[in-house]
């Protein structure tokens, strides 16, 4: 990390890595454990589009490392905050921000494992990973989406009242609970997030969040989906849902692994485009 002092304090611009000609803070290329030997992935274009690597104050003695991908034309605009799978931030995660930034968004992902000082896409042991991932309380966790939300509202470029959420595998966990404990949160999406903890706490949402699963995921049993679509109901949370796709796996949108569905990903990208705007989230 950079040590970055000033007899006046940290100015707004220190925190822009990337302007300081920093190396990147991210891993370079996919994650090694999960990407196929013949992916394909999308890669999206950074013209015409601001990239910074920043560091968002979370009240750590080393604070919360992010990639933000964002458009380069003035004025404020809505901002989705992305959530990693397990794997940490690599190219998946850095290309879905440029792909929302592309659509007019501000996209900021945040690096919620970097306490562990481990490059997390680079390991190839699940066991290892699970390691790192499960050092990462759930209360730390929803302290780095409030330290990131709050910085937002603190930047030239973001509306303070736009913002959403989306994430997947181990970040759709994390969109269900934000929709709970962050008031800044207008909308949330959670592709394939795991739920069992979360279905007594449905009626704790306060944004309303689309939930999309894979009818053949092996993580995440069916009786779960079921049992939140039940709790959705009888908590009248009637802004949120859960779409189930009939061929899908667990990892679905992911390009990069096996497990990608193209026709499903595709379908449930416009979904929630359309959730988003449809809760103001544009």
Not at 44 to 71: C, F, Q, S, W
Not at 85 to 95: Q, S
């Amino acid at each position: 990390m950079l040590n970055l002092t000033r007899p006046e304090g940290t100015q707004p611009g220190d925190l822009h890595l990337s302007r300081r000609g920093a190396v990147s803070m991210f891993f370079a290329g996919y994650a090694l454990a999960a990407v196929g030997a013949d992916a394909k992935p999308i890669t999206t274009p950074a013209d015409n589009l601001t990239i910074d690597e920043v560091l968002i104050p979370n009240g750590a003695d080393k604070p919360l490392p992010a990639y933000v991908a964002r458009p380069t034309a003035k004025g404020r605009h809505a901002t989705i905050i992305v959530v990693n799978e397990i794997f940490g931030i690599h190219d998946y995660i850095k290309d879905i921000c440029r792909r929302l930034a592309r659509l007019g968004y501000v996209a900021v992902a945040p690096d919620f494992f970097y306490r562990s000082g481990v490059n997390l896409p680079a390991l190839t042991d699940f066991t290892e990973i699970r390691k790192v991932v499960g050092q990462a309380s759930t209360d730390q966790v929803d302290g780095d989406v409030r330290a990131t939300t709050a910085w937002v509202k603190t930047t030239p470029f973001a509306s303070t009242q736009k913002i959403g959420i989306t994430g997947f595998c181990w970040g759709g966990a994390v969109v269900w609970r934000s929709a709970m404990v962050n008031p800044d949160i207008k909308a949330g999406v959670a592709w394939y997030g795991q739920l069992k903890p979360l279905i007594a706490r449905a009626a704790e949402l306060k944004a309303p969040v689309l939930g999309l699963y894979g009818a053949l995921d092996q993580g995440i049993p069916q009786t779960d989906v079921t049992a939140m679509v039940g709790a959705l109901k009888a908590s009248g949370k009637r802004g949120s849902d859960i779409h189930v796709f009939a061929d899908a796996q667990h990892g679905f949108h992911a390009d990069y692994r096996p497990s990608y569905n193209e026709a499903d990903a595709k379908l449930g990208w416009a979904m929630m485009l359309a959730h988003f705007k449809a809760n103001g989230v544009v």
